[in-house]
């Protein structure tokens, strides 16, 4: 221990703060580009994760109420652009359900959103196919789609049937 506390030696010279200081801009010029795909990736997953989870839920809430005889799922947004807004989110589904509002149909209380903290778009349409003398089939659809420009899954979206 002594040997380290000589009378000249005060510390870090000049040449050995630039040098290491070098190698550690040198390691961020690495490592900062790698970080930020890493976390736009994972903001994408987590965006799919997030449409694909809203899916999951109104396809069950479709089956329930096709167990009920009043088959349908929550209605598309009436705004511009088919946004999930809070205020779509709040309104009732169905006077005859005991979950009458989208956010209610959420563990959370909550339809998720993006990972900008922005709504989805969402669409529901029927197709009707005749089978002759077998009657008809109707196909229910839903389309979540990210419209937000600023989010690293813009124009994802997944298109479903039952």
Known sequence: MKYLLKKGNKGF??????????????????????????????????NKTNMDM???VFFGYF???????????PPSPTNEEGL???EW???????????STPNDLFSA?????????NPFSYETWTDTTYLG???????YFVRITDIDEDSPSFEVSFTSAI
Do not use: W
Request: glycine share 6%; proline share 3%.
């Open 54 to 56: 809203i899916r999951q």
């Open 13 to 46: 010279t000049i040449a050995e703060f630039v040098v290491t200081i070098a190698l550690m801009g040198t390691m961020m010029s690495v490592v900062l580009p790698s970080f930020d795909s890493i976390t736009l990736n994972m903001q994408a997953s987590q």
């Open 84 to 86: 999930m807004s809070e």
């Open 63 to 73: 089956y329930d109420t096709h167990m009920k005889g009043i088959a349908h799922l």
């Open 109 to 117: 209380g909550a339809v998720p959103n993006n990972a900008n903290g």
């Open 89 to 99: 989110a709040n309104e009732i589904i169905n006077e005859d359900m005991s979950l």
């Open 133 to 139: 003398s077998d009657g008809m089939k109707v196909d």
